[in-house]
């Protein structure tokens, strides 16, 4: 595994040839050794967020099972499914985690006094900016890397995405350790390992946001994003698709 280099990955000077070579070796490396990399170069200024998806689940098994204590955390929007909320209590209770809640201040009704009702069919990119794009980046403001469960294989927008990147929005280290995993590798390790998970996905959620962006989908369909955002010409929500969040402030 490659070691730290007196290239100051701290300071954000992370060059392109060093994030190439950095990605080649991990690309046979495997989630877990990412994760090591991760921690052993960042510590506790390493988090790990989630949506409590497939991937999510497998993450938080993983840094539990190497004994990697990092901040874990989720986004909440005031718009979850309750049984996403009840998946988040199960998940605590079982690997005697506390998984912190990052929120906007911003509640329901101020923001239909603010932007008109329904902010998420009339504008969601701006629905999304303000419930998830914001209070990520106010969270990450004093984080140097993020773990998320992007993998390539979920959809076309992220099938570039690679194990270490920089993301300039947060201004942090992204880390992917899932990234050229496929979707039945995830549901098989979760299966063999008997994880929690949402129990949506088995009514025909492959992909679970928030109640009115999310809908039930038809089987046979192969992308593992489908059914966020029906209808609409968003596939994002911001947070890993900057150009979606329309430069609004």
């Known amino acids: 595994m490659m070691q730290y280099e007196d290239q100051n990955i701290f300071n954000q000077k992370l060059t392109d040839d060093f994030l190439d070579r950095l990605n080649s070796e991990l690309e046979a490396a495997g989630p877990s050794q990412v994760l090591f990399w991760g921690y052993h170069t960042f510590g506790t200024d390493m988090v790990l967020g989630t949506g409590f998806g497939p991937s999510g689940m497998f993450l938080i098994y993983r840094l539990w099972e190497m004994g990697i204590k990092i901040p874990i955390f989720y986004l ?7 049984e996403t909320y009840a ?127 999310t809908s039930v989908v038809d089987a046979e369909s192969k992308d593992e994003r489908r059914g966020r955002w029906k209808g609409l010409d968003k596939t994002e929500c911001g947070i890993h698709h900057p150009t979606q969040k329309n430069n609004i402030e």
């Open 76 to 82: 909440d929007t005031h718009l979850l499914f309750d």
């Open 87 to 213: 998946l988040k209590e199960r998940i605590e209770k079982r690997f005697n985690l506390t998984i912190t809640r990052v929120s906007t201040d911003l509640s329901l009704g101020q923001q239909a006094e603010r932007f008109g009702q329904e902010l998420w069919k009339t504008d969601p990119n701006r629905c999304c900016h303000l419930r998830k794009v914001l209070p990520l980046r106010n969270y990450l403001s004093e984080k140097k890397a993020w773990i998320t469960g992007l993998r390539r294989a979920q959809s076309k927008d992220r099938r570039n995405t690679q194990f270490v990147e920089w993301d300039p929005e947060n201004e942090v280290v992204k880390i992917n350790p899932l990234a050229n995993w496929t979707g039945r590798e995830v549901w098989n390790y979760i299966e063999s390992k008997e994880l929690p998970y949402n129990p949506l996905h088995d009514e025909g959620y492959p992909s679970i946001g928030c109640i009115p962006c």
